[in-house]
C-alpha cells in the first residue's frame, strides 16, 4: 500500500457522495490533508485521515 496527500476537496467530495470514502482507508496506508480542505469538505472527516498543516 501507499500514502496519499489529498490536496484538494473533490476527492473527498465525489468518494464521500457515492458512500466509498472508506475505499481511501483500503487502498492508502496514511492519508493526509490539510485544515484548509478538512474546512472546505464541511463534514467531520474519519479519524484515520490525518490533518497536518503545510
Not at 501507499?2 to 457515492?18: E, P, Y
Amino acid at each position: 500500500m501507499h500514502d496519499i496527500v489529498i490536496s484538494d476537496t473533490s476527492c473527498l467530495i465525489l468518494f464521500d457522495k457515492i458512500g466509498e470514502i472508506e475505499l481511501l482507508k483500503s487502498v492508502y496506508d496514511t492519508i493526509i490533508t490539510t485544515p484548509e480542505i478538512a474546512e472546505e469538505f464541511g463534514e467531520v472527516l474519519p479519524i484515520w485521515i490525518k490533518i497536518e498543516t503545510v
